[in-house]
């Protein structure tokens, strides 16, 4: 499989911005991360990162036809980018939602995603394992496992 692993605002400053709650590994130990498993699994992921919603669209609409599942924490753009929402609706392309806190244990605004409704399913509050969670669900359901 190939996996599109999308991050959002703020996500680059991971392992510095509040580690109390996002964990102490930097994004790039998590892309690497990610690939290692991947190439495990006889599969490859490209990680993309932005701060910018329009960027994030352009990869979305990107990855039809290239890539076989999104992996996606769209970070604050969770909670307002309807854009984001018609972007995933618009491809057919997989996707799982996922946070490394658990939402639902902050503040109000975070309870509710508008992305949600077109992923697959959303993870939360598992940390950086979320990730691969997410890319195990996919793998076991191509071998018909999930």
Known sequence: MKFLIINGPNLNL?????PGI???????SLCRELEIFAADHGSS?????????GAILDAIH???GEYDAI????GAYTHYSYAILDALKAVDVP????????????EEFRHKSV??????GQICGLGLYGYRAAMTYFLEREEGQG
């Open 14 to 18: 991971l392992g510095r911005r509040e």
């Open 62 to 64: 990107g990855a039809q």
């Open 115 to 120: 992305t949600a409704p077109a992923c697959v």
């Open 45 to 53: 992921a490209v990680c993309f990162q932005s701060n910018h919603e």
């Open 22 to 28: 996002y964990g102490e590994n930097t994004y790039e």
């Open 95 to 106: 996707c799982i939602e996922v946070h490394i806190s658990n939402v639902h244990q902050r």
């Open 71 to 74: 992996i996606m924490n769209p």
